[in-house]
């Protein structure tokens, strides 16, 4: 149905276009999902894959006699210069980053190849661009157009039975398929979130193990700053208040940073752990939890069930820092209690700090 729509487009912009000026102003894509998977069909002026001929106003409007008429060298060669413009043209977007798609030729797959026949006789032949999005992981994918191009991209969306046309102009971005998060998806949203992705938070929570080799301390620290985190994160989740309008909210990544130097710091001329620690990991926290809403937060407000949601990314996020502490744990189990430990110890602690402070006047010049 959308396919049929797109030809009936096509063919009129066709016949209303000159003939002597054939210069490709837009490019059709029929959106179709299943599941986890996702596919788009693009109607694809066959002149546009050779670049002698793409955009020049004084090459006429090939018609499909003309692309019937090729050997197979040259449907090589189509082929090839297709997905090499379409590839630098287009990308797609998960969860801010780019994600894989292959690129197929349907026509092809019968003898003789059976192209798109619109009314107007014109050359075009459907390009298949499929992905997936695995099912636990969920969220939206993106389509992004790249600014070095002339033509928009018309996406055909069907909703609730009607077809929407949307255009993504050169430069632009726009969801084209979304999948509801599974638990393990939320999970994994507040786990990566420290682990790979967040280096900064990966440095405090190890500014954390680095005072006091200790489980029961170290949970402790850990779940007061996963409750402070939660609380900040949660007030701009459920919108109670907005970082844009905080008091100093410019400030927040360089207070992470700081935040990050000054346990290091502290590391430097402490050996035991003293009670006023935990309040200042969870004053901390509450900064952090800040500094989470402007990506995590802004992804959990898409959720449909907020309240789970924010509590199984927080819970990811947890787990995360627990691995952490649990890899150093690890990795200095046989000598701990050594001299070499304690001036390890200390020196990873001045690197950290340094580190922080870096990062501090960085953030603060940006």
Excluded: C
């Excluded at 003939?19 to 490709?24: D, E, G, L, M, N």
């Excluded at 090459?59 to 997905?83: I, T």
């Excluded at 301390?217 to 402070?228: E, V």
Aim: a negative charge; charged letters at 20%; hydrophobic letters at 50%.
């Amino acid at each position: 149905m959308i396919a049929s729509l797109l030809r009936r487009i096509l063919a009129f912009a066709v016949v209303t276009s000159t003939v002597s000026a054939h210069v490709v102003e837009q490019f059709y894509l029929s959106v179709e999902e299943t599941g986890s998977e996702w596919r788009l069909d693009v109607t694809f002026d066959a002149s546009y894959a050779f670049e002698e001929l793409r955009d020049d106003p004084n090459s006429p409007q090939p018609e499909s006699s003309w692309l019937v008429s090729m050997n197979e060298a040259q449907y090589e060669e189509l082929r090839g210069g297709a997905e090499k413009f379409l590839r630098q043209a287009i990308s797609f977007h998960h969860d801010g980053r780019e994600t894989p798609f292959t690129i197929s030729f349907p026509d092809f797959d019968s003898t003789p190849p059976r192209f798109p026949q619109l009314s107007a006789g014109g050359a075009y032949v459907t390009i298949r661009l499929e992905g997936t999005i695995p099912a636990w992981q969920g969220g939206e994918l993106n389509l992004t157009v790249s600014p070095d191009i002339r033509p928009n991209f018309i996406l055909a969306k069907k909703t609730e039975g009607e077809i929407h046309l949307e255009v993504v102009s050169p430069g632009g971005s726009k969801p084209i398929f979304f999948l509801d998060r599974g638990r393990l998806a939320l999970l994994w949203l507040g786990f990566r979130h420290v682990v790979p992705d967040g280096f900064d938070h990966i440095l405090f929570i190890l500014a954390l193990f680095l005072m006091a080799r200790k489980w029961r301390p170290l949970l402790a620290q850990s779940l007061a700053f996963t409750i402070a985190h939660s609380l900040s994160l949660g007030l701009v989740v459920f919108r109670a208040i907005t970082i844009e309008t905080l008091p100093g909210s410019t400030l927040i990544e360089p207070l992470i940073a700081l935040s990050i130097a000054a346990l290091a710091i502290e590391n430097l001329f402490r050996k035991e752990l003293h009670t006023r620690r935990l309040v200042v990991v969870f004053l901390f926290g509450l900064i952090h939890g800040l500094g989470f809403a402007g990506s995590l937060g802004a992804v959990l407000q898409n959720e449909p069930r907020l309240f789970s949601s924010l509590v199984l990314a927080n819970v990811g996020v947890e787990l995360a820092q627990i691995s952490v502490l649990a890899a150093a744990w690890l990795a200095t189990m046989r000598w701990w209690q050594s001299a070499s430990y304690q001036k390890t110890r200390m020196a990873s602690s001045l690197v950290i700090a340094t580190i922080g402070v870096y990062w501090t006047i960085e953030r603060l010049t940006i």
